[in-house]
């Protein structure tokens, strides 16, 4: 008998597809534009309020020890109550909480506030992309997810954009670039009502009729028929997704499955998984150390250098850029180089331009060693979101790249505490060395990986 997900594995990439990325990319950029908009409110801030380098520290790592926290809550709760679930629900979270971040009348208030704004953050990647990578069809999965992962640089240039004509038009410009947070509760209603559930996680509860009516609404999408060896539920009455009628759906008692109790759900640490857990815990680590810890203060340390506010604004607008191009090579080579060496070669580039940065003195030689940084750290990024889902079954998926995630969370929260310390040390060239190094140690554990190109998606 085929299963539904071979049958899901075996379709075409149809407008049913699409509107699942697009759906889950949407969520994704504001995820991203959020990110962004506070390495800009950081160097407002230094500015408008006289903060100093460690106040500003503890601004932009205290959304990460939200994100760490919401991270691994996050892949628990998707594995329990669903993908989607989580998804909308994260998406309001930080919606909500970005906007009152809005309001704040000091700096104690905007700390508490992107804490919470954290944890809605950290919760919605690894859920999104397992909900995607659930999805796809398996001759093109890590294309799929890597582009997922892409939607990363809209949102950051959409800050970017903010950050260079909103934030520096007068003192409270800040705080109508962080009320534009509120643009994702208002999609998480989006997300809850439009975009299916995971039918790998419907199975795992037992729900077997609501994951067969998914399947074939899929199926329907790209015109084919469902295998006569399928379960009794009527197909939808047209590829425009037509609701099956509820006796269809009723009949289908028969095909119920019992859900799966909590003892056979595999530890992410058990023998079999804990080389490719360990290895991921590392990648993540060292990537997130780099990225969030240049990226967050980039705008800052280009006003630290002399430049002025509007002009640091436009440099990191410039480099953002680079982010798109470094997302659609890795989607291309994922498939045709395979995940593992994608992400390694990725990584091995970022380290490069990250000394390069270091080195550079000029804004041309700023631009050009940033844009490599941005092409080669993002296409690094998109790899590694597409190769997390497919190193864990079903049951502990979620869970998973989670726990992965979370863990590299804690990176992200050392990162720019550890910034004016190294400023203060050895100045920008030391801060770039040691960015660099992370993304060496993380390039070679990438290559003690698994490669999943082209292999189905555990499901026990």
Sequence with gaps: MTTRTERLDGLPFTRKHRRLLLGSGVGWALDAMDVGLISFVMAALAVHWALTPTELSWIGSIGFVGMAIGAALGGLL???????????????????????????????????????????????????????????????????VVILEGFWAVGWIMAALIGYFVVPTGDDGWRWALAVGLVPAAYALVIRFGLPESVRFLESKGRVDEAERIVREYEASAGVEPPADSTGVEPPADSAGVEPPAAAIDGAATDRLEPVEESARESIWSPRLRRRTGALWIVWFGINFSYYGAFIWLPSLL????????????????ITLAQLPGYAVAAWLIEVWGRRVTLAVFLSGSAV?????????????????????????????GALYAIGPELYPTRTRGSG???????????SIIAPLLVPVMLGAGGTAMVFGVFAAAFVVAALAAFTLPERKGVALEET
Excluded: C, H, K
């Design 303 to 318: 006003v630290s250098q002399g430049f002025d506010l509007v002009r640091s604004f436009g440099y990191t607008l410039i």
């Design 353 to 381: 331009a990250a000394g390069l940065f270091g080195l550079a003195g000029s804004p041309t030689t700023i631009i050009a060693a940033g844009m490599a940084l941005s092409f080669f750290n993002l296409g690094a990024w």
């Design 401 to 411: 790249t989670g726990a992965a995630a979370a863990f590299g969370r804690i990176a």
């Design 78 to 144: 998707a594995d329990r109550i669903g993908r989607r679930q989580v998804f909308a629900a994260t998406l309001l979270v930080y919606g909500l909480a970005t906007g009152a971040a809005a309001l704040s009348t000091g700096i104690a208030v905007l700390i508490v506030l992107r804490f919470i704004v954290g944890l809605g953050l950290g919760a919605e990647l690894p859920v999104a992309s397992t909900l995607v990578s659930e999805f796809a069809p398996r001759r093109i999965r890590g294309r799929v």
